[in-house]
């Protein structure tokens, strides 16, 4: 039986790797490659600042991949498929901004593949967990809430660039959603304190 993670990690460090590899390495290749094929000699002074223009482009274009878990979404689908080897029957599952949070009501566990460490499969007793609730808001949008060893998950079931009406259709379906996935919590977190 695969053994409880000890600590939540949020963060991996392939997660660190790939983004340092890609906000780094992706502008020194392409700036080097401008200047070798470009006429004349290698310079250094035009090099440098065309290191830092697509460094601060793609560093960019990285901040917002990382904000909507995008970046690493095809690693977190390649560990998602390793779940059924594990001896958990996880019943319900959520996937937010990249994320997947998987829920075992009757075996009161949680599993959890993070967009930031997409290489892992985290398991958890659902008795770590504290203060399941849904938040709903027409500015920040509609989420569930819970404290996993004191850290706070956020999990998103509606996230919008512009304001939604909590009694419109898809902010309703919203907090429906979070608020199902708040009891399936809450009934895991059960299930699990009473073994």
Request: hydrophobic share 50%; net charge positive.
């Amino acid at each position: 039986m695969k053994e409880e993670t000890a600590k939540l990690k949020k963060f991996g460090s392939f997660f660190w790797l790939l983004l340092l590899g890609l906000g780094i390495g992706l502008p020194v290749i392409v700036s080097l490659l401008i200047c070798l094929f470009a006429e004349g000699p290698f310079r250094l002074d035009v090099f440098f600042p065309l290191v830092l223009v697509f460094g601060f482009i793609i560093w960019m274009v990285l901040l917002m991949l990382v904000g909507y878990g995008s970046l690493t979404r095809i690693f977190v689908n390649r560990t998602a498929q390793k779940v059924e080897q594990l001896p958990y029957c996880f019943n319900s599952s959520f996937t937010s901004r990249g994320s997947i949070l998987y829920i075992d009501v009757e075996g009161g566990m949680i599993g959890y593949i993070s967009a930031y460490n997409p290489m892992e499969i985290q398991t958890f007793s659902a008795a770590r967990i504290e203060r399941p609730e849904t938040v709903a808001s027409t500015m920040t949008g509609v989420r569930f809430v819970f404290y996993l060893d004191g850290k706070k998950m956020t999990v998103y079931t509606l996230i919008s660039n512009r304001a939604v009406s909590l009694k419109s259709g898809i902010g309703a379906e919203a907090v429906s959603k979070a608020d199902a996935f708040v009891e399936l919590l809450k009934a895991a977190k059960r299930n699990a304190e009473g073994r």
